[in-house]
Structures are given as structure tokens and as C-alpha cells.
């Protein structure tokens, strides 16, 4: 069973740009969230996901970001008109429908901005 | 409010000596608490959590843990450290149902000298 996918693991973009980063839950996981992890900080929650909803997203910055995990496919987070301030790691987590909470991580995205 | 404090940003162990690093959280629920290793550039690998019964946890890599309800701690033990242990640890909590974003610490980094 494959683990939590994340693609890419490295992403540069000038300011301005859009930052798509994608995240494929492990086989039969049905919940996605979403971190990031800022320079000398632990992760922050960002969105939790479902398919086709958003559970969650007290964690997001009310602009430029969103987030999305359609019925088919992975999860994507977009980030429009980037700023140096992006630059960061952003890890997606995935968990089983139901039992303990546990969640499982991807090896991250890690997003620079130049 | 819900948090975590690891209150070592930084430990020196010797090689074969042995670590403690602490958490502290405070959480509304019962919490379900979790320590994670994050080596330079990799994503979380799960060391060991603690949801219920004995208080006394094991990992793997030969960590343990310790849930102490009455100073809401969950300290993270090692009796002997290898070179390979350097690395970032963190300390998360969450609830039991699937769904709830984890909250963790900031980090103890975690160097070992020969």
C-alpha cells in the first residue's frame, strides 16, 4: 500500500505566479489535510478535506489560497499570485473514514519564491 | 486555547547517552498525542502515540513516551542515542475522531556529538 504521494517535492516560482501542489491520499483514504510549515515553525493546520468538500478551512488565508479534492484524482492546493511569504513546506496528511484519528504524511512539497 | 510547547528548541546528547525531550499541551478533549521525527528535508515519520490505557508507550527506533495527565505532558525518551537519531522532533495533538486537524509544537532539533 502506498503511502501519502505529493508532487512535486520542489517548486520554484517568481512572485505573481501560481503554485499548484498536488497530494494523493493513501489507498482507501477518504479525509486530506492540508499544512504548512514555516522556516523555524512546527506545521500549522491549513484546510481538511473530503471529496467534493471542504470540512475544514480555518487554517487558510482568507485570499490567494484554496483548496480542493475533487471525486477523482488528488487533492490540489493552489496558491494564486505568490509572495516571498509562501515560501515555506506544505504537507498533506491523510486519514481513514472512520477510527482513530491517526494521520499519515506525505514527504511535502517545499514551495520557494523568488 | 489548544497548543503545545516543547520548550527545548535545541539539545546536544553524546552518542550513547541517553534523551528526554519534553512537551507540554493543553487541549480541550481527551488528547490523543503523537511524536513525529523529521530528518533534513523528509517529510514525518511516526514515532509513537498515545490514546489510551497504559501510560507507557513504545516506538519505534527504541523510543518511548510518558502521558502524564496531571502535568499534561508527554515527554519523549531514548536511553541511548545513535548518530543516526539527529534529527527535528515534534510533539502533536489531536482528538480521537478523524477529522481533527493535529496541532503541534515548534520543534526540538536534535543534534548528537561523537
Known amino acids: 500500500n502506498a503511502g501519502v504521494m505529493q508532487n512535486p517535492r520542489h517548486l520554484v516560482r517568481r512572485r505573481g505566479q501560481e503554485a499548484r501542489l498536488r497530494c494523493s491520499p493513501m489507498?482507501?483514504?477518504?479525509?486530506v489535510y492540508w499544512y504548512r510549515q514555516l522556516p523555524e515553525e512546527g506545521l500549522k493546520f491549513m484546510v481538511y478535506?473530503?471529496?467534493?468538500?471542504?470540512?475544514?478551512e480555518s487554517g487558510m488565508p482568507k485570499e490567494r489560497f484554496s483548496a480542493e479534492f475533487p471525486k477523482e484524482g488528488p487533492s490540489i492546493l493552489r496558491i494564486q499570485q505568490v509572495v516571498r511569504g509562501d515560501s515555506a513546506a506544505y504537507f498533506c496528511?491523510?486519514?481513514?473514514?472512520?477510527?482513530?484519528?491517526?494521520?499519515?504524511f506525505g514527504p511535502g512539497t517545499r514551495l520557494t519564491v523568488l | 486555547a489548544q497548543s503545545v510547547t516543547q520548550p527545548d528548541i535545541h539539545i546536544t546528547v553524546s552518542e550513547g547517552a541517553s534523551l528526554e525531550l519534553r512537551c507540554n499541551y493543553s487541549y480541550g478533549a481527551t488528547p490523543y498525542l503523537f511524536w513525529y521525527v523529521q530528518s533534513p528535508g523528509q517529510g514525518l515519520q511516526l514515532l509513537l502515540k498515545y490514546f489510551s490505557g497504559d501510560t507507557l508507550v513504545q516506538g519505534i527506533k527504541g523510543f518511548e513516551a510518558e502521558f502524564k495527565r496531571s502535568q499534561s505532558s508527554f515527554n519523549l525518551r531514548k536511553p541511548s542515542v545513535h548518530w543516526s537519531d539527529a534529527a527535528e522532533y515534534f510533539c502533536?495533538?489531536?482528538?480521537?475522531?478523524?477529522?481533527?486537524?493535529?496541532?503541534f509544537g515548534k520543534g526540538t532539533t536534535l543534534s548528537v556529538s561523537s
Open positions: 478535506l473530503q471529496k467534493e468538500n471542504i470540512i475544514d
Open positions: 489507498k482507501g483514504h477518504s479525509h
Open positions: 496528511a491523510s486519514s481513514p473514514p472512520t477510527g482513530i484519528g491517526e494521520q499519515f
Open positions: 502533536a495533538v489531536g482528538a480521537k475522531e478523524a477529522g481533527t486537524a493535529l496541532i
